[in-house]
T-cell receptor, first 113, second 111 residues
Framework: AQSVAQPEDQVNVAEGNPLTVKCTYS??????LFWYVQYPNRGLQFLLK??????LVKGSYGFEAEFNKSQTSFHLKKPSALVSDSALYFC???????????FGRGTSLIVHP | SQTIHQWPATLVQPVGSPLSLECTVE??????LYWYRQAAGRGLQLLFY??????ISSEVPQNLSASRPQDRQFILSSKKLLLSDSGFYLC??????????FGSGTRLTVV
């Protein structure tokens, strides 16, 4: 079985400050991990993924995430937040032997000017 | 280039009417395709996935069905819509152990 948790419904950060959106996961095999962003009434946009290799993954729009196997976490980070980063962020996990990803419930990121 | 198309963007249908949503991908062959439903702007529920023509796996028993008549075409259907079928429907395509690319979505309102 696989599961993913996004413990925060909402994250508030001031523009220019660093941001972190948390994600923890559980899988029985090797995890494939993903982050997506969704703007209102739009489809999800892929940000980055971890399949194997370097634990620090860099993605679109200046976002990055670190795979931490011991803490089973894959937190999304950005050094300096922009107001335009305000959106809904989804973490997803997939067991390497499965076709089926599991999505978190999403975290609403609000960046204040 | 590789793209995914999904239509229509919005749809208002009466209860008991049929439904057909279409998703097509371009620029690739034999993609793995997914249909998701998103309720209330939050969590995604996987409805169906397909690894090839005529190969459909259903994740949730419901009023919906899916078909894949061609390699790059994935269709979501219903014979009789229920109020509970309202939601935001998303098609997605796996490029590399994804899903990596999502369509723009269809907002379905059943009235």
């Amino acid at each position: 079985a696989q599961s993913v948790a996004q413990p925060e419904d909402q994250v508030n950060v001031a523009e220019g400050n660093p941001l972190t959106v948390k994600c923890t996961y559980s899988v029985s095999g090797n995890p494939y991990l993903f982050w997506y962003v969704q703007y209102p009434n739009r489809g999800l946009q892929f940000l980055l993924k971890y399949i194997t290799g370097d634990n620090l993954v860099k993605g679109s729009y200046g976002f990055e995430a670190e795979f931490n196997k011991s803490q089973t976490s894959f937190h999304l980070k950005k050094p300096s937040a922009l107001v335009s980063d305000s959106a809904l962020y989804f973490c997803a996990v997939r067991d390497g032997g499965s076709y089926i990803p599991t999505f978190g419930r999403g975290t609403s990121l609000i960046v204040h000017p | 280039s590789q793209t995914i198309h999904q239509w229509p963007a919005t749809l208002v249908q009466p209860v008991g009417s049929p439904l057909s949503l279409e998703c097509t991908v371009e620029g690739t062959s034999n993609p793995n395709l997914y249909w998701y439903r998103q309720a209330a702007g939050r969590g995604l529920q996987l409805l169906f996935y397909s690894v090839g023509i005529g190969q459909i796996s259903s994740e949730v028993p419901q009023n919906l069905s899916a078909s894949r008549p061609q390699d790059r075409q994935f269709i979501l259907s219903s014979k009789k819509l229920l109020l509970s079928d309202s939601g935001f429907y998303l098609c997605a395509w796996e490029q590399d152990r994804g899903p990596d690319t999502f369509g723009s979505g269809t907002r379905l309102t059943v009235v």
